[in-house]
């Protein structure tokens, strides 16, 4: 219910999803009435898309931990005890971000070992998807937690992307491993010191080059860059206008540029990820752009779906504890 | 001499200013016998150019700190101390940019009041520049910190852009003052107290949109961004190149592209903006990529003198004196 269009995006993503895949059922957490006038406009399996009643909204300008309070029966907070009990395997929303994050801690708990859930985003390269980890979630990060995110990456980039020895780097200011601030410096010790195959520093320069599948960092700056990104095919398109304003040959040159570029910058569509998974909970949970359509919608679902099928919970149990293990105790508090 | 191609750039950088500059003259600091060799290509004015001779050079791996005491016969130490003495008024290179920071602050000093000299540079908006501090000097920066950068910023802002009451921004993850790391939440409340012309948060998506002609952060994020944005051009110029490979047709849309992308991407050239200006010392010092094309040597050169000629540093000494005075005690340590 909190997304910028709901339910008219999640009703349409959630119709289109059980048309296209036979396995896949749906269901709508959130004010009956509103959910059900939706869905009249479509012919579909009832048995395969069901609607959970609920009576309140998180709306995008709540505050996260208050909202959680006041409103308990929200179709966050309703959505996610369903997961809870089982009575779903994946939870996803279009609504406020950090009360789902917060949500998410709250009722389905951490992961044990891991003391920071992380929220990463694909970035497109040349040589395929690079994860960031934390993009948003984790402000004033410690070099634990970094660790834990490369960890939780690494187990990600294996099972969802296929990638069978994904590469960690650490997002910095230079390759030198004394170079960066006091967080990446000892990160940087942390991360040797893991047995990951962890290729070093990389610049701001090479987050599109591929270099490594799954980069860390705090989530401030994992957040800066990744909305700087997805500012450039606007800020690209808004100069072509400008450039078309010319002349008749420039309006002709820059129509050819538009359709290259929207052609050429397909992948910088986050639209196309279908939002970022909350890794470190004890359940999927997958967070969306407010402005979600029918599409990113269907695309969070798809990877929700691999995401309970890949056992992807189970696994970052698995390797956090084996890794933990090995660190002095020290250094895991 | 510690430029990528020193000193041909350096060299063809100077003839080309006194050329068209009859105002400014050049003394260029390293091997005389290098020098004189590139200098003989060219046929000038020989009382406009000087050479200084000196015996070592700084190179781009060594450490800047051991640098400076192992090199003190070094172009960086020696071009530095010419300026300490005023037989020059600025001081420009290409070189190793930490050593240059050092250096600077070593035999010029701090600007009284100022703690931490900062390095800006120039993003290209849709509505003229913005110039962002810090990009890369100051790892770790307490609020007190971003306040000297705001302050330095404006000062420039409104000289060298001509900018009547520089907006100031403070880079983060939200627009509301309690989104972000401890960092910007405690700078913001220093900000808002300055009297600057502060307007608030803004995130990574705006920082080419030309909501501030400062922006302010973290050295470790401003140098992340700002390597990221300068691998923009490149990365499309890839695409671009992928997408030529279909056929005759894509062949002639991708070099229609190319050729518009270059001209709407021309601010995009760091170049042009010829090297980084350190501010916060007691003179005029600007720093410049190691791989300075001439004209970029050319463009360093008339930002530092129109940094001189509208005495920056002693602009910046008497507001940083205003405003620190108002502060409490308690926050300026």
């Given at each position: ?304 779906e691999r995401m309970v099928r890949e056992n992807i919970t189970e696994f970052i149990q698995a390797k956090i504890k084996d890794i933990k293990e090995f660190l002095p105790k020290t250094i895991t508090n």
């Open positions: 219910m909190g997304g910028d269009s709901a339910p008219l995006s999640e009703v349409a993503g959630a119709i289109d999803t059980v048309k296209r895949y036979d396995h896949l059922n749906i269901i709508l957490v959130g004010s009956e009435d509103v959910i059900s006038r939706e869905l009249a406009k479509y012919s579909y399996d009832k048995d395969r898309i069901k609607i959970h009643n609920c009576s309140e909204v998180i709306e995008m300008h709540d505050s996260p931990t208050e909202a959680l309070k006041k409103k308990p029966d929200s179709s966050i907070v309703v959505g996610l005890k369903l997961l809870k009990q089982n009575a779903a395997q994946a939870f996803i929303s279009a609504g406020n971000t950090g009360a789902v994050m917060a949500a998410s801690l709250l009722l389905l708990g951490r992961i044990s070992n891991v003391t920071r859930p992380t929220i990463g985003e694909s970035f497109p390269t040349d040589k395929g998807l690079s994860i960031v980890f934390d993009v948003g979630a984790n402000m004033d990060c410690k070099p634990i937690h970094l660790l834990e995110f490369a960890i939780m990456g690494v187990v990600y980039a294996n099972h969802i992307f296929k990638s069978e020895n994904p590469r960690v780097a650490l997002l910095s200011v230079g390759e030198e491993k004394t170079k960066g601030d006091n967080l990446t410096v000892e990160t940087y010790e942390l991360l040797e010191k893991s047995h990951l195959n962890f290729i070093g520093n990389i610049e701001g320069a090479d987050v599109l080059r591929g270099k490594a599948e799954v980069i860390v960092c705090d989530g401030f700056v994992g957040n800066v860059i990744l909305k700087f990104a997805e500012s450039v095919p606007a800020v690209l398109k808004n100069r072509v206008r400008n450039y078309a304003s010319g002349n008749i040959f420039r309006k002709i040159r820059a129509k050819i540029m538009a359709s290259g570029l929207r052609q050429i910058l397909k992948d910088f569509d986050y639209q196309e990820y279908g939002g970022v998974p909350l890794l470190g909970v004890n359940g999927i949970t997958i967070i969306g752009h407010g402005k979600s359509s029918p599409k990113a919608i269907q695309n969070m679902i798809l990877k929700a």
